[in-house]
């Protein structure tokens, strides 16, 4: 346990912080898989005669321990240093896919939501902050494109698993014996792949200072930046925190409504044209999907150093309905416009995730901001909860009705609409966070309950 201290990690002179984006990228890429789990749930409705809301408890589960891990974890994270976050993260992870393949070789679902859900779970939740707060004490001076980098690799992982887990199906077969044996290979290969991040990851010294440092102030020259710093405990009493709740919330819904029942979305919309979607084109339309949310993880946060995150949320969260109302008006008309719109929405929401703990850092500086960003993750949580379940229980509702195409799914479009106006609303009202819930300068910036940042990380 030693060699996962934090004082162990600390990088020496000289060291390279390019190193650390690779680490971040080893863990993110690996549990980003749970944005394929669309790929996993044909096969299993077939295999265990479950509907197509019971097939996303998994995955649903997964979002809701990654929420809770990362608030509760969130603190001790910092403290105890990314490479202990990320060990924890590689066992957690791996072994909810060993339990899963159990529960699916033996026939019992409630082994697959317990692996897969509760145990990945954790893993997804501890590995999805474990480089966060370190990558942005590493890259003070672009924290948009610090935090992109971070969290882009989730937003690809499905774009790596989407096709190997077809693949993988294909070959060990879609029966309870194939999926339990893709389950055992995707969980061991994680494991090796997870600890390369573990081995690689380091924090910096306290007196280290980025390269060409910027000068005092210039952070603050555009609204909502602050260079004062706000503890995790004084940002849940504030307003903003829980405005910028909502905006996540909202776009996070929106978009792993999609995101979660990709692949059979897709056959289902076209299932009546004179070209419908086959099972290996659904499972590449997953990966496009991932495309988007990759890229839009870096592409819209580092924007967002340029045109302010308030700004580029306006965009995410209006642009987002636009695409969510021509997807609802066109239907099956055009499977290229349903494709591109579903990317573009993708794309705002994975900028959306990439973002936050910039925007974070704007508002609560960067003294206690891996801790913050862990706790505002329960509206991770809330979505994983609500954004499947809005699709599939209105899918299975028109289903029940005899309706099919397109019509499985209008209303739960007008929905997402809905929320993410309510988001686009919510961003409007975020202002800078009053004086009074600013650290003393006189406390030295440290909470009896938590660490304080490393010198010279986040100025």
Same mark, same amino acid.
């Given at each position: ?7 162990r ?9 390019w190193?650390?984006?690779p ?16 790929v ?16 996303a408890?998994?995955?649903?589960l ?10 509760f974890?969130?603190t001790?994270v ?17 072994a909810g896919?060993l ?24 893993? $997804? ?11 942005i ?6 924290p ?13 992982g ?10 993988? $199906?294909?070959?060990l ?14 969980g $061991?290969?994680y ?12 924090v ?11 000068p ?5 020259a ?11 405990r ?13 905006v996540?919330?909202t776009?996070?819904t929106?978009g ?8 059979p ?14 099972a290996?084109?659904?499972a590449g339309?997953?990966?496009m ?19 302010g ?15 969510y ?25 994975g900028?959306?995730f ?5 925007y ?16 505002? $993750?329960t509206?991770?949580?809330?979505a994983?909860?609500l954004?499947?379940?809005?699709v ?10 005899g ?6 799914y ?12 309510v ?5 409007e009202l ?14 030295g ?15």
């Open positions: 346990m030693r060699a996962l201290a934090r004082s990690t600390v990088a020496p002179p000289g060291w390279s912080r190193l650390v984006p680490a971040a990228l080893s863990i993110h890429l690996a549990i980003g898989q749970a944005y394929a789990w669309s996993f749930k044909p096969p299993l409705e077939s295999a265990l005669h479950l509907s197509g809301t019971a097939s408890l998994p995955f649903q997964a979002i809701v321990m990654l929420g809770l891990s990362a608030a974890g969130g001790l910092e403290r105890r240093g990314p490479r202990w976050a990320m060990c924890v993260s590689t066992v957690c992870f791996a896919f339990v899963a393949a159990l529960g699916a070789a033996a026939g019992r679902f409630w082994l697959v939501v317990l692996g897969y859900g509760f145990l990945g779970g954790i893993g $997804l939740g501890i590995g999805y902050i474990s480089p966060v707060s370190a990558l004490k590493w890259f003070p001076d672009r948009g494109m610090a935090t992109g980098i971070a969290i882009m690799g989730f937003g690809g499905a774009l790596i698993a989407s096709p190997w887990s077809t693949g993988l $199906l294909g070959t077969g879609s029966d309870t014996s194939g999926i339990a044996r893709t389950f055992l290979v995707m $061991l290969v494991a090796v792949f997870m600890t390369l991040g573990v081995l690689l990851v380091r910096p010294a306290d007196d280290w200072r980025p390269p060409a440092e910027a005092a102030g210039a952070s603050a555009r609204p909502l930046v602050t260079t004062a710093q706000v503890s995790a004084s940002a849940l009493r504030t307003p903003q925190f829980w405005c910028l709740w909502v996540l919330c776009n996070v929106a792993i409504g999609i995101l979660e029942k990709a692949a979305m897709l056959s289902d919309f076209f299932a009546h044209t004179a070209a419908p979607v086959s290996p084109a659904a339309f997953v990966g999907l991932s495309l988007a949310n990759m890229l839009g993880r870096i592409g819209w946060s580092a924007a967002s150093d340029l045109v995150r308030k700004n580029v949320y306006r965009l995410y969260l209006g642009a987002g309905a636009l695409m109302l021509l997807i609802a008006l066109t239907g099956d008309a055009s499977k290229p416009l349903f494709i591109a719109c579903a990317m573009v929405i993708l794309s705002f929401y900028g959306g990439a973002t936050v703990p910039a974070l850092k704007d508002l609560f500086g960067s003294y206690q901001v891996g801790a913050i960003h862990g706790r505002l $993750l509206a991770w949580s809330t994983g909860i954004g499947p379940l809005i599939n229980a209105v899918a299975d509702g028109a289903k029940s009705a309706r099919s195409g397109p019509d499985l209008t209303t739960s479009l007008f929905i997402m609409i809905g929320l993410l106006a988001g686009f609303a919510a961003n975020i202002r800078p966070v009053h004086p009074r819930h600013h650290q003393p300068p006189a406390s910036g440290q909470l009896a309950d938590e660490p304080a940042a490393p010198k010279g990380a986040g100025q």
